[in-house]
T-cell receptor, first 114, second 114 residues
């Protein structure tokens, strides 16, 4: 019963470096999301996917790319990290069922860009 | 401009008393509202939800009230327990987004004192 698993849990990057955050879910959910959490800003949607092979931009997509090559995995990439991308990143998934099911979240990745 | 706002960043309550967390929204298209609870170093977990066709929904110690005319919802926790100490996010959804996306508020940190 892993649910949604995010790796890594912590990472420190230098400005300009690149990295990929991995999200894996084992609930056969169609929809997957990447959010970032910043103090006072709540959770803001970066990108999302409504199914394997599809991706779409959310509220704050600049500086990020995503891929959903397999239904269970959703990758978030930072091509050239900037200090403004210091944040806690959460992946979530949901079924296509009634909206009262809500999301299942991973435990987060804390990223610091120096 | 934030479509979902939680104007109180923090709230302190004595154990056994009522906790009331508030949330305001501006988008009149929102018709489904959820509350999530988040402990440190963990992802948010779904707590309770309400559809716009209702004005109240209860689940044990947790009750959510919706006032559509005021575009306001609140979460009541009675009685409050120290284990309820966490950050609470309200979230909203509209029926027209294909990705089942949620818009989150900034969060309220609840501290329940023994």
């Amino acid at each position: 019963n892993a649910g949604v698993t995010q790796t890594p849990k912590f990472r420190v990057l230098k400005t300009g470096q690149s990295m990929t955050l991995l999200c894996a879910q084992d609930m056969n959910h169609e929809y997957m999301y990447w959010y970032r959490q910043d103090p006072g800003m709540g959770l803001r949607l970066i990108h999302y996917s409504v199914g394997e092979g599809t991706t779409a931009k959310g509220e704050v997509p600049d500086g990020y790319n995503v891929s959903r090559l397999k239904k269970q995995n959703f990758l978030l990439g930072l091509e050239s990290a900037a200090p403004s991308q210091t944040s806690v990143y959460f992946c979530a998934s949901s079924s296509t069922g009634p909206r009262n099911y809500g999301y299942t979240f991973g435990s987060g990745t804390r990223l610091t860009v120096v | 401009d934030q479509q979902v706002k939680q104007n109180s960043p923090s709230l302190s309550v004595q154990e056994g008393r009522i906790s009331i967390l508030n949330c305001d929204y501006t988008n009149s298209m929102f018709d489904y509202f959820l509350w999530y609870k988040k402990y440190p170093a963990e992802g948010p977990t779904f707590l309770i939800s309400i559809s716009s066709i209702k004005d109240k929904n209860e689940d044990g110690r947790f009750t959510v009230f919706l006032n559509k005319s005021a575009k306001h919802l609140s979460l009541h926790i009675v009685p409050s327990q120290p284990g309820d100490s966490a950050v609470y996010f309200c979230a909203a959804s509209d029926p027209y987004n294909a990705g089942n996306m949620l818009t989150f508020g900034g969060g309220t940190r609840l501290m329940v004192k023994p």
